[in-house]
T-cell receptor
């Protein structure tokens, strides 16, 4: 079974802190994604990566950066956390297989609260 | 990506079949129809996908209308563990990358 793990289930940080959210997958997937989920807004893509050291902006990249130094690990960085970044963060991965049919596997999510 | 429309919520009784509808009247010929679900306090999980023909797997069946403007996810015998939000998503087969989640249908299952 594919396993996508996230470093924390719950995280509380203060405004202005630098926050690192880590995601690791064990299936040698090329693609990795970071989404955030908010009530009434659904899941929105923040950043994604098709390969090591590659990154692409999603729909809401402002205030975030990412790092992919190894194939299995994709980190989301909040350079200076703000209260409007309080959210559920979900990581996903998939094979770079047939386009349109690749299945994304999600981690359990990290619920981040910024005070 | 084309838009999908789903009911906000549905109810089912345990061990009965459930038919979850999805309308996608602006679907293009290159769009696959995907379904994911999200159980409480978990990340979404893949359920099934199809292009034109009906599809079956161990979790569910997908019935696709002949004109492809709508589809139905069928859970043959709902269990309490099937209570979740179900998302119908269109994906162009020329593109990989992000999933665009709508609001989905919240399914509750009564014992």
């Amino acid at each position: 079974d594919v396993k996508v793990t996230q470093s924390s289930r719950y995280l509380v940080k203060r405004t202005g802190e630098k926050v690192f959210l880590e995601c690791v997958q064990d299936m040698d997937h090329e693609n990795m994604f970071w989404y955030r989920q908010d009530p009434g807004l659904g899941l929105r893509l923040i950043y994604f990566s098709y390969d090591v050291k590659m990154k692409e902006k999603g729909d809401i990249p402002e205030g975030y950066s990412v790092s992919r130094e190894k194939k299995e690990r994709f980190s989301l960085i909040l350079e200076s956390a703000s209260t409007n970044q309080t959210s559920m963060y979900l990581c996903a991965s998939s094979f770079r297989g047939a386009l349109g049919t690749d299945t994304q596997y999600f981690g359990p999510g990290t619920r981040l609260t910024v005070l | 990506d084309a838009k999908t429309t789903q009911p906000n919520s549905m109810e089912s009784n345990e061990e009965e079949p459930v038919h979850l509808p999805c309308n996608h009247s602006t679907i293009s010929g290159t769009d696959y129809i995907h379904w994911y679900r999200q159980l409480p306090s978990q990340g979404p999980e893949y359920v099934i996908h199809g292009l034109t023909s009906n599809v079956n797997n161990r979790m569910a069946s997908l019935a696709i209308a002949e004109d492809r403007k709508s589809s139905t996810l069928i859970l043959h015998r709902a269990t309490l563990r099937d209570a979740a939000v179900y998302y119908c998503i269109l994906r162009d087969f020329n593109q990989g990358g992000k999933l665009i989640f709508g609001q989905g249908t919240e399914l509750s299952v009564k014992p």
